[in-house]
């Protein structure tokens, strides 16, 4: 297709320009003090019990996949006393979390969902919904014993490293203090929720929730996808449009009497082709590795340099085929940086091209249809892939309402102000997201106290410094468990956590073989790590060009930070091959065991 890339580019930059905010994050409120019964739960009661004085030798702080990942790894390793300390009232993380109708992962459940083949599961499908990913979580933690010393509904106060008993101090919001001799901190990056900071949201007098604590007892339905049958005489407002509407839309336009969306910036929404795995054919494939091939394939044909085949065959994987098909016509001479960016370039705009021509062929009004099409590049914000939102704007219950990239106007007590107009509804439904680029410890709820009283916050007061993302100078014992300064693999962040995983437990298990109390990474090899992160071509998605979104900290420069947010110089695949190496040497090259 013929496409006129000046033209496209002007409209993408005044897309931009015009949804751009002076106050950035701060646009967002936290669920607290006046908003506090925002962040209830609403799905497991919080049990009295008595404080924890004792100690472990392995605790990690958050529940979701990095906690449940690394702790199975740790207690294969043969530590009997893993603890995880969890906000939520069971293991999940997000997946605890996000019960709304029709939540699912958007990249393959086979790469997707950790340790399938160590606990035998078979995913039903090729994008599994959200009670079967909490139904993985829940096995994991039974299969490896992770429920016997798990703190949940317990939020961490403080990490201090106490010198004297060579160990992490562990404080709590239920009164904790106990220790730990090695420490995992595996919070994840959407764990906050957040909600717009309209004004007059505190004015509203019908029922409101975020999508992170749906209120099913309103609505009806359950996380399996009983209808939603409680909105069938109701008016229902939901605000935003990004992967967590783009879900949860079509419940509720079949369900509620109307349905308005109101839209800021419509989101890039591709096929999905969701569809039953074959119980036949899976066990044609699930021979023994199977799903770390599956891993390192999809790895490889999406931040790599691609593989003979591609066992996954997504959106994610197609728009890698299509640059590296476009980089493989260029002569060896002329594959330079430049070229190669108007390589990738090309291949976004022609498949965002599709995306919006998508568009036309599903929604019948064509004024809606306008409105719903992304001027944006692809990896500007998240993708999304989905075979009924698109349709949910042909029922005559739903109506979009878009804003224009202004956003709404005003709440008021009997409902919402937008483009002027004001929509009376009975209830708000707040898809707002999660806190993304705000300070780490200002997300987590602590700061880390290490060695010599040096603060995490001082340690990164200009950046992110750390060994692989995991290990940091100064903070003995301590392992982070997440994608930053390692593979940096955003499409799949679990495929981070578990090699991640796998390597933590290899270095405890070092450690108790040599009869060591603490392991450190060397500030030498530290600044290493990181002057070699630096030689590569930094960070592939955060554009400053892209319309306003968490990807690149809502339109505003992230500082001289951001510049340390990044990954192994040579990708992904690399890296995990890299790390696999280290750590199968014995040498734990850069670690100092004490």
């Not at 900071?197 to 996380?223: K, L, N, Q």
């Not at 450190?520 to 955060?542: C, F, N």
Request: hydrophobic content about 35%; proline content about 6%.
């Amino acid at each position: 297709m013929a496409i006129d890339k000046q033209t496209l580019l002007s409209k993408y930059r005044a897309e931009r320009d015009k949804r751009l905010r002076p106050d950035g994050n701060a646009q967002y409120i936290r669920l607290k003090d006046r908003f506090a019964h925002y962040a209830e739960d609403p799905y497991i009661p919080v049990k009295p019990r008595a404080p924890k004085t004792d100690h472990v030798t392995f605790a990690f702080v958050g529940g979701g996949f990095a906690g449940l990942v690394t702790g199975a790894r740790v207690a294969e390793a043969g530590v009997e006393d893993v603890r995880i300390i969890e906000k939520g009232g069971d293991f999940g993380g997000t997946w605890y979390w996000n019960r709304y109708p029709g939540a699912q992962c958007d990249t393959a459940s086979m790469v997707y969902m950790p340790l399938l083949e160590e606990t035998g599961h078979r995913p039903s499908e090729k994008y599994a919904h959200a009670p079967e990913i909490l139904a993985q979580c829940k096995r994991i933690g039974v299969q490896f014993g992770l429920y016997r010393n798990a703190l949940f509904h317990t939020e961490v106060t403080d990490l201090s490293w106490d010198e004297s008993v060579t160990a992490w101090r562990i404080k709590t919001n239920r009164g904790d203090n106990f220790t730990a001799q090695f420490l995992g901190v595996g919070t994840g990056p959407l764990h906050v929720p957040k909600l717009p900071g309209i004004p007059g949201i505190e004015e509203f007098e019908g029922h409101s929730f975020h999508t992170s604590r749906w209120d099913y007892a309103y609505t009806g339905g359950d996380p399996n996808g009983a209808p939603l049958d409680k909105l069938k005489d109701k008016r229902v407002a939901i605000i935003g449009t990004g992967a967590t509407a783009v879900q949860c839309v079509p419940h509720l336009a079949r369900a509620a009497q109307k349905l308005y969306v109101f839209q800021r910036t419509p989101s890039s929404v591709d096929v999905r082709a969701n569809q039953p795995i074959d119980p036949d054919w899976f066990a044609e494939i699930a021979k023994p590795g199977w799903q770390q091939r599956w891993l390192e394939n999809f790895t490889e044909n999406q931040a790599g340099g691609g593989a003979d085949e591609d066992l996954v065959q997504d959106g994610w994987t197609d728009l890698s085929r299509r640059i590296r098909a476009r980089i493989a016509t260029l002569p060896p001479e002329q594959r330079t940086p430049a070229a190669m960016w108007a390589a990738f370039e090309d291949s976004d705009f022609e498949k965002m091209e599709e995306i919006r021509a998508r568009v036309d062929t599903v929604v019948r009004d064509t004024e809606a249809a306008q409105k719903l099409k992304a001027w944006y590049r692809q990896l500007c914000k998240r993708p999304c892939f989905h075979d009924e939102y698109l349709q949910a704007f042909n029922e005559p219950s739903t109506t979009l309402v878009d804003t224009d990239g202004k956003g709404v106007e005003r709440i008021t007590r009997k409902g919402i102000i937008a483009n002027g107009v004001e929509y009376e509804v009975d209830c708000i439904i707040y898809a707002s997201g999660f806190e993304v680029g705000t300070e780490f410890t200002g997300r987590a709820g602590f700061d880390l106290t290490g060695r010599d009283s040096l603060k995490l916050s001082e340690a990164w007061a200009d950046g992110m410094r750390s060994m692989h993302g995991t290990h940091v100078h100064g903070f003995p014992n301590l392992f982070f468990v997440q994608p930053t300064q390692g593979a940096n693999l955003i499409s799949n962040v679990p495929h981070n956590l578990t090699e991640a995983a796998k390597t933590v437990a290899m270095i405890i298990g070092e450690a108790q073989k040599r009869g060591a109390r603490e392991v450190e990474v060397s500030k030498a090899a530290q600044e290493a790590w990181v002057e070699l992160l630096l030689t590569g071509p930094g960070r592939m998605i955060g554009s400053q060009d892209c319309t306003p979104g968490y990807y690149n900290n809502e339109g505003h420069d992230p500082g001289p930070a951001a510049r340390y947010a990044i990954g192994y110089p040579q990708g992904a695949s690399a890296y995990f091959r890299y790390l696999e190496g280290w750590r199968n040497s014995g040498q734990f090259e850069g670690l100092e065991f004490r």
